[in-house]
């Protein structure tokens, strides 16, 4: 795909950031300890990255989804908890503040997070809300000048680190995904808390956990929207966030083939058409996510509808991502699955990207629906 000098110069400024800042933070040992990558988030706050697609006035670098998609492919090449931890706070965390908020909550919530004062985090799955994601049981009922919030989520990325969650809680049992609303709760309100951190096959250094309401009073100008349009909001908000996941996917992708390119070279294999075979699969492979991907950011930014070009990027990228790593393995043979390279780490963490934000499966529900609504056939 061709993209401008300005996109090509962004590129190498971030490109040039995750080579030469992040590895100096041990990657490695951060994994294996489980722990959240504090120092890598202040070097993102400092090269200007925590808003890069929201506009100056709120704190943000006033770039395109383009520039945001680049952003997180080339920190995920790197450091795939990193490039996932900035997706969340970016295009689940602030976005729907962004496209839902009133001017007041843009500049009380949006400017901090774009700024990268504070961190944010999404709440929407639940023990028995996953897929199906109007199945929250989390309430809200209204109180006086409040709302007060009972029930849990979990699997909320950055939910330890985070300051402001955008969750959703049901306002009206009787209505099924139109009783779901939307809402913007600070880390602390009363009644609000952080349950059981999550152990992970991948990503590990990304903070992953419980939240819990326990009558949690989240004042009254904290609705996001207007009340039963929760759900909505937050499919339009994954619609954005499934470009990102597309993103961090093609980062993983590229990584594994760039790994192995190099192995191919320090061990001589060039010569091997099992391996030619596999490097031309994989090249083949994430040249087709990246125009996925990209694409869908540009119709984004064209103001076009983008749920099933998203959809589509986020199904093909994540099991690209999956393949590639699986296949630099092979490649490398025992070496690939020894923790003195990174491929293993690479195919840990590609899986996520296949279930994170929709998996494949759901991917395949938005894109079929979205086709027969365009052919009229719903
Ligand atoms: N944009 C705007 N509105 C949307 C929408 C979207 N992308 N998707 C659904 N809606 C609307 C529908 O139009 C419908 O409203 P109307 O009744 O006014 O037409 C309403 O929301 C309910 O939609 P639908 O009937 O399609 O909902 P389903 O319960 O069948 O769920 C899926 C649809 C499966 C697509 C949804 O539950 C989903 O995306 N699940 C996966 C959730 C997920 O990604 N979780 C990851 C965890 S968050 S990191």
Redesign the pocket.
Known sequence: MFLSERHEAFRKEVREFAEHELPNLRIQEKEEENVFPKAAVELLIRQGLTGVPFPEKYGGAGKDTLSYCITVEEISRVWGSLGLTLAAHIS?GSYPIYHFGTEEQKQKYLAPLARGEVLGS?G??EPGA?????ATKTVAEPGDGHYVLSGSKN?I?TANYADTFVVTAVTDRTKG??GISAFIVERNFPGFSIGKKEDKLGLRASDTATLVFDNCQVPEENLLGQEGQG??I???T??G?RISIGAMALGIAQASLDECLEYVRTHKLQDEQWVQEKIADMTARIQAARHLVYHSAWKKDAGEPF?KESAIAKYFASETATGSASSAISIMGLDGISKRYPAERFFRDAKLTEI????SQ?QK??IA?NLFKERGLL
């Open positions: 689940l999404f929407l799955t996953g897929s199906d994601a109007s699997f990325t995904a139109k759900f909505k937050f499919m339009v994954l619609d966030g749920g994170g934000e929709g998996t759901i529900i938005v629906r």
